[in-house]
């Protein structure tokens, strides 16, 4: 089978393909109820709802503030730590410094080893592959939305958690801080691995698991191709795809999907933390035709889909190694 390089498209996903093959060939769906998963994907569905209400949430926003308050305020509730690691970038537009910040949510900081869960809280600043309408309004609720909203139910249940390790979710500022497909993207995973590689603090992280994209409604979650090409993130994708298979969540298909670049890229890269994309890149088929435009909003993703992921997730911190 010939790969065929699609190209570098907005947001920062260099896609490559299987020379056209529908991954959906494949597709695999599990019997499992709501009731069946002790996960409350409700809850998390509905932190993905007051996510979404808050409106856009690009870098810089009076939106992804009161993302960044919401957010603080929950987890500050459950008894996390939390920092805002500020930093600031040029807007592309017009060179203006715009101050951004990740979002760092930290479980028993005492611990020197530690896990990294992650995800970008931004949204792209419009829905540029809208055909109808490419500077509508994004909302981004798989996009951005669907990690951000897993995290805040895995938040209820981390105090509860008897775990090996200690536990940072970061929330990765200006991922697609872009408006055209010359702009630099990764701004915030880079600046957290960077200074992650030139202050080294005195814990390690063993792994990262970076959430995206994993809300839809007809949910098919591969394994990404650079988190299988690196020899030291192969064990975590063997792993957690083998957590899935032991619950019966069979949406995590066993075999290769496209090569997308993501935040995982500058952790990995940059930074030297082991890493891998947790990622449902069809969405909601193969032409990816909700990815990036108006309709990526709140009715195309589902509880369900939230609810097995958080599973996966979960139930992969209590037993990694």
Not at 133 to 145: K, L, S
Not at 304 to 315: P, T
Request: include cysteine.
């Amino acid at each position: 089978m010939v790969l065929v390089v699609v190209g570098l498209i907005v947001g920062g996903m260099l896609v490559v393909s299987n020379g056209g093959r529908d991954n959906h060939a494949e597709a695999a769906t599990s019997r499992l109820r709501l009731e069946d998963i002790p996960f409350d994907g409700r809850r998390a569905y509905d932190y993905l709802k007051q996510i979404c209400a808050i409106g856009p949430r690009p870098s810089g926003s009076t939106g992804m503030a009161r993302q960044q308050q919401l957010l603080t305020d929950h987890f500050q509730k459950l008894g996390a730590e939390v920092e805002l690691q500020k930093f600031s970038a040029p807007d592309p537009r017009d060179g203006q410094l715009v101050p951004m910040a990740n979002l760092i949510v930290r479980w028993r900081p005492e611990k020197k080893e530690r896990i990294l869960l992650c995800a970008h809280y931004d949204t792209l600043p419009f829905p540029m592959l809208d055909r109808r309408n490419p500077r509508g309004r994004f909302i981004g609720a798989n996009d951005g939305g669907s990690g951000v909203a897993l995290l805040m139910e895995l938040g209820n249940e981390m105090p509860k958690l008897d775990l090996k390790y200690g536990v940072d979710f970061v929330f990765f500022d200006a991922e697609e801080y872009i408006f055209s497909h010359r702009d630099r993207f990764f701004l915030g995973s880079e600046f957290f691995a960077r200074d992650y590689r030139e202050n080294p603090p005195k814990f390690r992280y063993r792994w990262g698991v970076l959430l995206d994209m994993i809300g839809d409604r007809d949910l098919q979650i591969l394994q990404e191709r650079n988190s299988l090409w690196w020899r030291d993130t192969r064990p975590l994708v063997a792993d957690i795809w083998a957590t899935a298979a032991r619950l019966g969540v069979r949406e995590f298909i066993p075999r290769p999907g496209v090569e997308i670049r993501d935040d995982h890229l500058p952790l990995h890269n940059i930074g030297g933390i082991p890493t891998c994309v947790v990622i449902d890149f069809i969405y909601p088929d193969a032409k990816n035709s909700y990815w990036h435009t108006t309709q990526d909003t709140v009715d195309k993703c589902s509880p369900l889909s939230l609810a097995k992921v958080g599973w996966v997730i979960r139930e992969w911190l209590k037993t990694v190694r």
